[in-house]
């Protein structure tokens, strides 16, 4: 799907989310270790998502609010409880359910909520979310050394 290349890099992000949810899944059929998977979604929210989420509220959030809006900011939330129940526990349905609860957040971001987004904004907002994206957005990558998924 054709992205708007102001928010381009938000939907990189995205790739890496879809992954995360996948390697925990892994994790999990392979029955790794709780406390190893449980490791890796704590390092992801506190190297990726935290910042990610940030850069979405305090950005995009701005320029639209509406019952978009409204369900990203719900979702947000209730996949930082989790996150917050998943670091004081190693209980494999809060950690398949984040994996869901991420993987149907992100889609439909891609799915509804950005393509919402660039009907709704003019080019010049979108422009102008790309600048403020650019000099916030830091490349992700994946360099997490236990890779438990494999």
Known sequence: M???ENIIPLSKDHHFGLLCSWKIRQGLRKE???SRIKDYILY???HHLKKHFSEEEEILFLYLEDEYTLRIQRE???IKDIVSQISSSENTSLISGF?????????F???EWF???EEKL???ILEKIGKELNDIHTEEKDDYEDEFWK
Request: charged share 30%; aromatic share 6%.
């Open 32 to 34: 790794i270790e709780i």
């Open 76 to 78: 947000h939330q209730q």
């Open 122 to 124: 003019e080019a010049s």
């Open 115 to 117: 393509p919402h987004l």
């Open 2 to 4: 054709k992205r708007n």
């Open 109 to 111: 971001e891609e799915r």
């Open 99 to 107: 994996a869901n609860l991420l993987e149907q957040h992100i889609r």
């Open 44 to 46: 992801f929210w506190n």
